[in-house]
């Protein structure tokens, strides 16, 4: 069987390969969320994020065969994810009113200091996909190729997109430095 | 790239990735699928709900996964006390969409059916077999409808779900992978060919054999319109065939244009196509003054744009009084322009090879016009040379001894073509491409036949 639900009188049920699922989410949830957090920078937002990767995650009982497929798996529906909440988001606030005041960014970023602040501000003006490869260059730590499988891009593209990245977060840091 | 910024960078990451502690996470909220005498119950389908630390040992509830093949009709499944319902049952779950067709491509119908359970949209497909399987739609499509076609090259029948009320918002698509059940199929990264998103030309449509994105501009002449025809591989990823011309009402999908008859219109037949590449249909005469966006994501940041003070009508331009302004990845990048008559920009992502965005700008001078290219390398904004045996613009020219007409233009997929007319009767004319590596060069497509009203075009007969 592949993850079929076993009803049994009396409420419960066990899952041949859930429960391993199950481990496997419990092991890499908060990393999930951070990864979440750091792409969409809103605890809740991130929160659904990852428990729609995992709701996903679920249905793909073969995933379980190979643990560090899982794990990519479950990156990939988590940037894939944030990707989503962050075009809704800028949907929702499209239709804003001008006179009506934006609102207040996060409050996470305001018990930061003040050069992280600034970093994680000029991340906020790089394209979603340059921002998804640094993240899980530097926060992630994860090999070109992994962040290839879990963007499904090229290795190539890995490499050129953060080298862009990075050009562009030090331009814009060194403006940002000069400016003041 | 300097270890200096990776180091900040990978700082500020961390001390904000440490601000989420496991405590500020949401309480263990699992989800239970049980029976008790005489129904089913499923409790707690919350979007919420998460495990955490939950040791498997312990997991005696089932968590209401979206995607269950419950072997309902097995006899190897154990029974369940009391009499069964449909599962799942619950207050809020009802139908919303449905459709009638061989999903697992077994050769008989199933029936699927789009239902909304505690304000989480499922797609629920009760198989001919006996089996039910399921998978979530994903948070924040509004609803309902359920429209099935062969997308795929497998032997099932794909299920496609509208994510809003706008025909440019691609939609999802349900296939079924052997060995995975039904599953989300994928679309490639935005830019790929076939789709831009969040372009309101884009439109998308389901036939009975397939998935077809076209694009809706409109078009002078009789109405021709790119087109492609998607396909799904073996692992549930969309894939776009090559770009098509087809017919059709602006806002209906395109099809294959009939056989060219004697459409009233006159004019000599200009042959087949062959293989000349989609010379038509050319972008709209749509030269704008606003800022272009090009980015790949809708509302994105990247554009061009021309600013500096514009001249009196009909006055020209000094040199360096318009600048070429392109902001991309956060980063300003200006050209002064030369002088001369005032430029318009073209507003169209040219498709001339290379992997820097190139953008176009034409002047006009009475009959004739001139365009100028311009592409960010090594971090500028640098107007590209031209080389090669013709001029990049529109107007009379000297060919080969005789006066004629020359059109440069550029076409909805983003390529640009020259062509000098050598026969009026007979619409022939040297063809050119213009390809883009350290200049931009015009690349020799030898003879065709162009007829401009009809929007037709072939190797001539």
């Given at each position: 069987?592949?993850g079929?639900?076993m009803?049994?009188?009396g409420?419960?049920?066990?899952?041949?390969g859930l429960?391993?699922?199950v481990?496997?989410?419990?092991?890499?949830?908060?990393a999930?969320?951070r990864?979440?957090v750091?792409l969409?920078?809103?605890l809740?937002s991130?929160?659904?994020?990852?428990?729609?990767?995992?709701?996903?995650f679920?249905?793909r009982?073969?995933?379980l065969?190979d643990?560090d497929r899982?794990?990519?798996?479950?990156r990939?529906?988590?940037v894939n994810?944030?990707?989503?909440a962050?075009r809704r988001r800028?949907?929702?606030?499209?239709?804003?009113?001008?006179?009506?005041?934006e609102?207040?960014?996060?409050s996470?970023?305001?018990?930061l200091n003040?050069?992280?602040r600034?970093v994680?501000?000029?991340m906020?003006r790089l394209?979603a996909?340059?921002r998804e490869?640094l993240?899980?260059r530097?926060?992630?730590?994860?090999?070109e190729?992994?962040i290839?499988?879990v963007?499904g891009?090229?290795?190539?593209?890995?490499k050129?997109t953060?080298?862009r990245?990075?050009?562009?977060?030090e331009r814009i840091?060194?403006?940002?430095?000069?400016?003041? | 790239m300097s270890?200096?910024?990776?180091?900040r960078?990978a700082?500020?990451?961390?001390?904000?990735?440490e601000?989420?502690?496991p405590?500020?996470?949401?309480p263990?909220d699992?989800?239970?699928?049980?029976?008790?005498a005489?129904?089913?119950r499923?409790?707690?389908?919350r979007?919420t709900?998460?495990?955490?630390?939950?040791?498997?040992?312990?997991c005696t509830a089932?968590v209401?996964?979206?995607l269950?093949?419950t072997?309902?009709?097995s006899?190897?499944?154990?029974?369940p006390a009391?009499?069964?319902?449909?599962?799942?049952?619950?207050?809020?779950?009802?139908?919303?969409g449905?459709?009638?067709?061989?999903?697992?491509?077994?050769?008989v119908?199933?029936a699927?059916t789009?239902?909304r359970r505690?304000?989480?949209l499922?797609?629920q497909?009760d198989?001919?077999?006996?089996?039910r399987?399921?998978?979530?739609?994903?948070?924040g499509?509004?609803?309902?409808?359920l429209t099935?076609g062969d997308?795929?090259?497998g032997p099932g029948v794909?299920?496609v779900v509208p994510?809003s009320?706008r025909?440019y918002?691609?939609?999802l698509v349900?296939t079924w992978l052997?060995g995975?059940?039904?599953?989300a199929a994928?679309w490639?990264d935005?830019?790929l060919?076939?789709?831009?998103?969040?372009?309101?030309?884009n439109r998308?449509?389901?036939?009975?054999?397939g998935l077809?994105?076209?694009?809706?501009e409109?078009?002078e002449?009789?109405?021709r319109?790119?087109?492609?025809?998607?396909?799904?591989?073996?692992r549930g990823?969309?894939?776009?065939?090559?770009v098509?011309?087809g017919?059709?009402?602006?806002?209906?999908?395109?099809?294959p244009c009939?056989?060219?008859g004697?459409?009233?219109?006159?004019?000599p037949?200009v042959g087949?196509r062959?293989?000349?590449?989609a010379?038509?249909p050319?972008l709209?005469?749509?030269?704008?003054?606003?800022p272009?966006r090009?980015?790949?994501?809708?509302g994105g940041?990247?554009?061009?744009e021309l600013?500096?003070?514009l001249?009196?009508?009909?006055?020209?331009?000094?040199?360096?009084?318009?600048?070429?302004?392109?902001?991309?990845?956060?980063?300003?990048y200006?050209?002064?322009?030369?002088a001369?008559q005032?430029p318009?920009?073209v507003?169209q992502?040219?498709?001339v090879?290379?992997?820097e965005?190139?953008?176009?700008?034409?002047?006009f001078?009475?009959?004739?016009?001139?365009l100028?290219?311009f592409?960010?390398?090594?971090a500028?904004l640098?107007?590209?040379e031209?080389?090669?045996e013709v001029?990049?613009?529109?107007g009379v020219?000297?060919?080969e001894g005789?006066?004629?007409?020359?059109?440069?233009?550029?076409?909805?997929?983003?390529?640009?073509?020259?062509a000098?007319?050598l026969?009026?009767p007979?619409r022939?004319?040297r063809l050119w491409r213009?390809?883009?590596?350290?200049?931009?060069?015009p690349?020799?497509?030898?003879?065709?036949?162009i007829?401009?009203e009809?929007?037709?075009?072939?190797r001539?007969?």
């Amino acid at each position: 069987m592949t993850g079929d639900v076993m009803l049994v009188p009396g409420g419960g049920a066990a899952v041949d390969g859930l429960d391993d699922a199950v481990a496997l989410y419990s092991a890499h949830r908060l990393a999930l969320v951070r990864l979440a957090v750091l792409l969409v920078d809103d605890l809740q937002s991130a929160e659904d994020v990852v428990q729609d990767a995992f709701t996903g995650f679920l249905g793909r009982t073969r995933a379980l065969e190979d643990p560090d497929r899982a794990l990519a798996y479950l990156r990939t529906s988590v940037v894939n994810g944030a990707r989503s909440a962050l075009r809704r988001r800028r949907t929702a606030r499209a239709y804003v009113p001008p006179h009506e005041v934006e609102p207040e960014g996060p409050s996470g970023r305001a018990e930061l200091n003040e050069e992280h602040r600034e970093v994680l501000a000029a991340m906020d003006r790089l394209p979603a996909r340059q921002r998804e490869v640094l993240v899980l260059r530097y926060w992630s730590e994860l090999s070109e190729a992994e962040i290839a499988e879990v963007l499904g891009i090229s290795r190539g593209t890995v490499k050129s997109t953060a080298s862009r990245g990075l050009d562009a977060l030090e331009r814009i840091m060194t403006t940002t430095e000069v400016s003041r | 790239m300097s270890t200096l910024m990776e180091d900040r960078l990978a700082a500020a990451l961390r001390a904000r990735a440490e601000q989420v502690r496991p405590e500020d996470l949401r309480p263990v909220d699992v989800p239970v699928l049980s029976l008790e005498a005489g129904r089913t119950r499923a409790a707690r389908r919350r979007r919420t709900a998460v495990l955490a630390g939950l040791a498997a040992a312990a997991c005696t509830a089932a968590v209401a996964a979206p995607l269950l093949l419950t072997d309902a009709g097995s006899e190897q499944t154990p029974a369940p006390a009391g009499p069964t319902e449909p599962l799942p049952t619950s207050s809020t779950e009802r139908p919303l969409g449905a459709a009638a067709a061989d999903v697992d491509g077994d050769g008989v119908e199933d029936a699927a059916t789009v239902v909304r359970r505690d304000g989480t949209l499922v797609i629920q497909v009760d198989l001919a077999s006996g089996d039910r399987a399921e998978a979530p739609v994903r948070a924040g499509v509004p609803g309902a409808l359920l429209t099935a076609g062969d997308v795929g090259g497998g032997p099932g029948v794909e299920l496609v779900v509208p994510v809003s009320d706008r025909a440019y918002d691609l939609p999802l698509v349900y296939t079924w992978l052997a060995g995975e059940g039904l599953v989300a199929a994928t679309w490639p990264d935005a830019g790929l060919e076939g789709w831009r998103p969040g372009v309101p030309v884009n439109r998308w449509t389901v036939l009975q054999d397939g998935l077809r994105t076209w694009e809706a501009e409109s078009v002078e002449g009789d109405g021709r319109f790119p087109y492609w025809d998607w396909s799904l591989d073996d692992r549930g990823r969309l894939r776009p065939g090559p770009v098509q011309l087809g017919c059709a009402a602006p806002e209906d999908a395109p099809a294959p244009c009939p056989d060219k008859g004697d459409d009233g219109k006159g004019g000599p037949d200009v042959g087949p196509r062959g293989d000349l590449p989609a010379l038509l249909p050319a972008l709209e005469e749509r030269w704008m003054t606003d800022p272009f966006r090009f980015d790949e994501e809708p509302g994105g940041r990247d554009h061009v744009e021309l600013q500096g003070p514009l001249p009196e009508q009909g006055a020209a331009v000094a040199a360096g009084q318009r600048e070429l302004v392109v902001t991309r990845d956060g980063v300003e990048y200006r050209a002064p322009l030369a002088a001369g008559q005032a430029p318009f920009l073209v507003p169209q992502l040219l498709a001339v090879d290379g992997d820097e965005p190139v953008f176009l700008l034409e002047r006009f001078g009475g009959d004739t016009s001139l365009l100028e290219m311009f592409v960010l390398r090594d971090a500028e904004l640098v107007p590209v040379e031209t080389s090669g045996e013709v001029f990049l613009g529109s107007g009379v020219v000297d060919h080969e001894g005789e006066m004629t007409e020359q059109r440069t233009w550029v076409t909805v997929h983003g390529q640009v073509f020259t062509a000098v007319l050598l026969d009026h009767p007979s619409r022939r004319h040297r063809l050119w491409r213009w390809d883009l590596g350290p200049t931009l060069v015009p690349t020799d497509l030898g003879v065709a036949c162009i007829d401009w009203e009809r929007e037709d075009y072939g190797r001539c007969p």
